[in-house]
């Protein structure tokens, strides 16, 4: 049975809050291969980057190291719920410092993980961050794309005009205000004539026991997203990426666009070992914590992090 220690290291002007998984054997004598595994978008450190992939990894025997992201759940940073993705790339490179610092991590053998915005961010990292020596995206979702298509109803200079309009409010004085990206339930969004697999999944995920924690709050502050409007994920990955890379999705697509954006990668990717594994029949939420897709996916991944880790 594996091992959890929750731990604090400094970021840029705060800490941030992480999860270590150890496995079942562990002799803080030996060093291991360790991992940082990266949440989704409005997820925290207890959900699937943690409570699935990262407890899965450490009974492969490797360290897994899953943090909140800054601003987000246990960790530090103010305001609240801001979601930037440079910061999140930053919140990886930070988590590589504290794993090539323990004594029981070999600094030569770290990799990365990360599942839904959480990917995407992860190969950001590994792009130019090459202390990481394998990537594995789980349905991974390109957060800058998302913004201008999908938040922003496909209307990106709408949606930019609004941001900004907001900031100028808030600095006039206007109260900040935090928005929730899903609806109250599965039934409110169907009443509401949502339909999208992701949305209703995603609400199924986050809004009820199967997934709900205290700090998954799917919550943004949606003023502060000014900086993703113009972010990409995949920037010089023809270039630069060029670590093993393993890309999982599900078969079936939905409106945050994991499908799409796991085939761009894996097509875009200077990687000479590059893998793509698409779980048949199932879903990106499927992904993040239902037996039989996650064993489908672990079964894939385990062994591609054993063989290059």
Known sequence: MTTLQTVRYQNLGWEVAADIYFPADFDETKKYPAIVSTHPIGSCKEQTAGKTYASALAAEGFIVLVHDASFQGDSGGFPRFIEDPAIR????????????????????????????????????????D???????????????????????????????????????????????????????????????????????????????????????????????????MGWDAFTNAETLLTQPLMVVVGSKPGGFGAYRDGWEIYSRAASDKKQIFVAEGWSHYDLYDKAEPVALAMAQVGPFFKEHL
């Open 89 to 128: 790339v930053s919140d990886i490179r930070f988590a590589v410092d504290y794993l090539q610092s323990r004594s029981y991590v070999d600094p030569d053998r770290i990799g990365a993980i990360g599942v839904c915005g959480g990917g995407a961010y992860t190969i950001h990292a590994g792009i130019t």
């Open 130 to 228: 090459h202390r990481i020596k394998a990537l594995t995206s789980i349905t991974g979702v390109n957060y800058g794309r998302l913004i201008r298509e999908g938040f922003a109803q496909f209307q990106p200079q709408v949606l930019a005009k609004q941001i900004a309009d907001m900031r100028t409010e808030q600095a006039m004085g206007t109260k900040r205000s935090i928005s929730d990206l899903l609806p109250e339930s599965v039934d409110s969004a169907k009443s509401a004539g949502i339909s999208d697999i992701d949305v209703l999944e995603a609400t199924e995920y986050y809004k009820t026991a199967r997934g709900q924690k205290p700090n998954g709050a799917t919550s943004q502050l949606m003023s502060f997203t000014g900086s993703a």
